[in-house]
């Protein structure tokens, strides 16, 4: 498992953990498939930014191989 910093390791149809913008005070996580990728940027040190297949968008957190 590794953490969600840098968009090269994330690709649409990756299992993922994220952390929602609601649930960053609690650390709570969110699992989901990857849709889409919001963060232009090569690297983010809070994690990746993205779009699950059901809709909520959150940073990468962990990636579950």
Same mark, same amino acid.
């Given at each position: 498992?590794?953490?969600?910093?840098?968009?090269?390791?994330?690709?649409?149809?990756?299992?993922?953990? +994220?952390?929602?913008?609601?649930?960053?005070?609690?650390? +709570?996580?969110?699992?989901? =498939?990857?849709?889409?990728?919001?963060?232009? $940027?090569?690297?983010? %040190? %809070?994690? =990746?930014?993205?779009?699950?297949?059901?809709?909520?968008?959150?940073?990468?957190?962990?990636? %579950? $191989?």
């Amino acid at each position: 498992m590794t953490d969600g910093t840098k968009r090269a390791d994330i690709t649409a149809g990756l299992e993922v953990s +994220i952390v929602l913008k609601k649930d960053q005070r609690s650390g +709570i996580l969110t699992k989901g =498939i990857v849709k889409d990728i919001l963060t232009n $940027s090569a690297n983010h %040190h %809070h994690g =990746i930014k993205v779009r699950l297949e059901d809709g909520q968008v959150g940073r990468v957190k962990a990636i %579950h $191989s």
